[in-house]
Structures are given as structure tokens and as C-alpha cells.
């Protein structure tokens, strides 16, 4: 089975929107846990755009699932992360300004700086996970940096496979394989959907974990989010 983490950075957006309090981050979150979900994700942006770093505390007494906090390992979200103590800590090195996600860390060049950022973590008993393209020499560094996990960047997954590309899922394959022999966990995530996400999961073995929510939030305008959600943990099993 593969755990679906839902990431509610759309509801904040949309809360954002309007300056109050609706939708309400904390009842959402509440709910997806109360529909199946097996975890919550954030990820809070220097910008504050949609997570705001207060949202990120008032979630540690809401989320009884798995709580996983995704972001740049920069001085303000590690001092987050560390007063949060998620479950799970995903270092993503994404620009500040970045739209969204765009990019897997290059594991060797920073090798030294993750090595200390996920040893802080572990000391801390917060699991790490680092957002990587499907890239051989890149999960081979994950490994030599210390992590528990990688999560496969699947936006060029998610791309091809709507052009009806089914072989761009073969560069995800190896790249799972090598992380179980290696003894890292597999996570995935971005534009994962209803449509990809059976042909993903039935591709990658021991997939552990995925985090969905743009997808996920706008499937559920047409189809209720206790239904998409249940939707995507059939699709997971
Ligand atoms: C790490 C990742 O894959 C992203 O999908 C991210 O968590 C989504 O962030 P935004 O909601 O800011 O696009
Ligand atoms: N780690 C990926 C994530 O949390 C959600 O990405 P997306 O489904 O919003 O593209």
C-alpha cells in the first residue's frame, strides 16, 4: 500500500485570497485525515503566499496522520521545521521566487550542506527526504548524504504521460529500484493526478509514499474531496 499525503497548499491559497478565514486550513485538514488521507503536506514558501509559517504551527496539534513539511533548507524553514518536529521534513531546493517546484536537488554538488541539514534532522528524530529527478548518480548521493527517503519529481512523468508517452515512466522505474537496493524509501510528487497516478504506482516498487494537491484540490471542485480522496487511496492500495 502507498500512503497518500495530501497537500493543502490550495486551500490556502484560496483562504488567501480573500483575507479571512474561509476555507478553513485546520478544518481541511482535519477532514482529508477523517476521509482516508494517511498525511498531511505543507509547504510553506518564503513568500508566505499560501502556507504562512503560523499555519504550519497550528497544524502540529491538528495533523494526527503523517505530517510532512516540504521546503528549502534555508535558516527560517529549518527553524520551522525544528519547532514543528513533523514526521517527515522533504528538502526541496527550490528559488525563492519560484512559481512552484521546478527542480531535484543536485546531490552531489551539495553534498556537504545536506549531509549537515539531514544529521541536524535526524538528531532531531524528523525523517528526511530529498526531492530528486530520476536521475541514477543523483539517488546514489541521496544515499551518501543520509537520507531516509527520496521523493521522484514527477512533473515530466506527469507530462509525457498525458501526450501518451507510457515510456517516460521507465527513468522512475530504475530510479526506484536503485533506491531499494540502496535502502531508501520512495516517495513521490508533483502533478501526480486521478489519471497517472494507477500507472505510476503499478510501476514503482515500494512506492511508500505520495503528496498530492493541486491535482487533488481541483478534482475535487467536480467531485467532492471525500470522494476524490477515497478515489486515490483505491487507486493505491
Ligand atoms: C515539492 C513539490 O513537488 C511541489 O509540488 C510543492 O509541494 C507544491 O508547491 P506549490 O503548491 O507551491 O506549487
Ligand atoms: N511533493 C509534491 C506535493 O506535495 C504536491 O504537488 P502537486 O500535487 O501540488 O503538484
Redesign the pocket.
Known amino acids: 500500500m502507498t500512503k497518500l499525503s495530501v497537500?493543502i497548499?490550495?486551500i490556502a491559497t484560496l483562504r488567501n485570497s480573500r483575507g479571512g478565514d474561509v476555507p478553513n486550513l485546520l478544518q481541511v485538514a482535519k477532514d482529508v485525515q477523517k476521509f482516508g488521507a494517511q498525511g498531511v503536506?505543507i509547504?510553506p514558501?518564503p513568500d508566505e503566499r499560501?502556507i504562512r509559517y503560523q499555519d504550519a504551527r497550528d497544524l502540529v496539534d491538528v495533523v494526527y496522520t503523517e505530517y510532512n513539511i516540504?521546503g528549502n533548507p534555508m535558516d527560517n524553514f529549518l527553524n520551522l521545521v525544528y519547532e514543528c518536529a513533523p514526521t517527515q521534513v522533504?528538502l526541496?531546493p527550490?528559488a525563492v521566487d519560484a512559481?512552484?517546484?521546478n527542480a531535484g536537488w543536485d546531490t552531489i554538488k551539495h553534498k556537504a550542506f545536506l549531509q549537515e541539514v539531514i544529521q541536524e534532522c535526524k538528531s532531531r528524530n524528523i525523517r528526511t527526504s530529498i526531492?530528486v529527478d530520476p536521475v541514477l548518480e543523483m539517488i546514489e548521493g541521496a544515499k551518501l548524504v543520509g537520507a531516509d527517503r527520496i521523493?521522484l519529481?514527477t512533473e515530466h512523468f506527469a507530462a509525457e504521460y498525458t501526450k501518451g508517452n507510457e515510456k517516460a515512466i521507465i527513468p522512475y522505474t530504475k530510479a526506484a529500484e536503485l533506491a531499494n537496493e540502496l535502502g531508501l524509501g520512495v516517495n513521490a510528487?508533483?502533478d501526480l493526478s486521478l489519471d497517472n497516478i494507477e500507472f505510476f504506482k503499478n510501476n514503482i516498487p515500494n512506492l511508500l509514499e505520495v503528496?498530492i494537491?493541486?491535482a487533488l484540490i481541483s478534482e475535487s471542485l467536480y467531485l467532492g474531496l471525500e470522494n476524490v480522496v477515497n478515489m486515490y487511496i483505491r487507486k493505491l492500495q
Request: hydrophobic residues 15%; negative net charge; aromatic residues 10%.
Open positions: 497537500n497548499n490550495k503536506t509547504h514558501r499560501h516540504e522533504t526541496v527550490d512559481l512552484t517546484s526531492f521523493e519529481y510528487g508533483h503528496s494537491g493541486h
